[in-house]
């Protein structure tokens, strides 16, 4: 049994929180660890006075799926408000995952409150496992099914991140994505208010640059993983909506929660982070800037 940190799946009993859990089994028994499935009770008192545990039974049976290939799962539980005791559980961890959104969320929510939060504040890694609207979507999109997409600032994406992404891809046996992206500067507006481009060779010239930096920043990485494959992307694009188109072909999506500068605030979850775990078609992996060194 490996020592590593155990996976953190958070449970309700919930559709959406099932599939995270199955995620979550997944991800441990690539890595060789246990799974932490924790049902936080969020101002519902005492479980059941006749002993029953519904969403426990439903931990249960889809464990059981997994027959002898199942990793060692813990079921725990405890009450509170669900993001404090996810964090609390979460320090122990080396991956929390969750689903969009659970029982407690409205239906037209792309992401419940849990979800951003403990996204934004999670002392480790955070996945959010999309509803299966989104996902269905992206099954039916041409190109390389499950790939991993990484989202890089040269200038502002910490190290762990770029680790964590090669190192979900070597796992996993696929591409990595690298996707980089710059805006077109923009000049003058019209009498009519439209926007006019700016000069082509301005633009010319931030296309390369972020290209050469875009290729030194993963250098380091593609030697430590010279049997992952790596498609670098520059294009001029809004960076949360290329991402998102990028995530209908992929099997996960990493991006960092803050930018560098930010990086001594925990609390803050920079604006491509947020808009992605809104609007994104497969699982969402956010990064702290510093991680243990689990890695799914």
């Known amino acids: 049994m490996s020592t590593s940190a155990p996976v953190l799946a ?24 246990e799974v932490v499935a924790a049902h936080v009770r969020a101002g519902r008192g005492a479980a059941p006075a006749d002993g029953t545990d519904p969403v426990r039974a439903k931990v249960e049976a889809t464990v059981a799926a997994y027959g002898d290939q199942a990793p060692p799962v813990r079921y725990v539980e405890a009450d509170g408000h ?14 929390l995952v969750l689903g969009s959104r659970g029982l407690g969320g409205f239906a037209a929510l792309l992401l419940g409150s849990t979800g951003r939060k403990c996204a934004a504040q999670a002392p480790c890694p955070v996945v959010v496992v999309p509803h299966e609207s989104r996902t269905a979507e992206a099954a039916a999109q041409p190109g390389p099914p499950g790939r991993v997409v990484l989202g890089l600032d040269p200038e502002e994406t910490a190290d762990e991140v770029i680790e964590f992404a090669f190192a979900a891809a070597a796992r996993r046996g696929v ?92 609390l803050l979850m920079g604006s491509v982070a947020n808009a992605v775990l809104l609007h994104a078609h497969c699982a969402v992996a956010v990064v702290p800037g510093r991680v243990s060194e689990w890695r799914t």
Do not use: N
């Open 10 to 33: 958070a449970v309700d009993g919930s559709e959406p929180s099932l599939k995270a859990l199955t995620w979550a089994i997944d991800a441990a028994l690539g890595h060789g660890t």
């Open 82 to 95: 669900p993001a404090a005791a996810l964090g609390e559980l979460a320090q122990k961890a080396g991956l």
């Open 175 to 266: 591409e990595l994505q690298v996707v980089s992206t710059y805006r077109v500067p923009l000049r003058a507006l019209t009498t009519m208010g439209d926007l006019v481009p700016g000069d082509a060779a301005d633009a010319r010239r931030a296309g390369l640059a972020l290209t050469a930096g875009q290729r030194e920043r993963l250098t380091a990485f593609a030697e430590r993983y010279p049997k992952v494959a790596v498609d670098p992307v520059v294009a001029p694009a809004d960076p949360a909506g290329r991402l998102v188109t990028a995530s209908r072909t992929a099997g996960l999506l990493v991006v960092g929660r803050h930018r560098r500068r930010l990086t001594t605030d925990t």
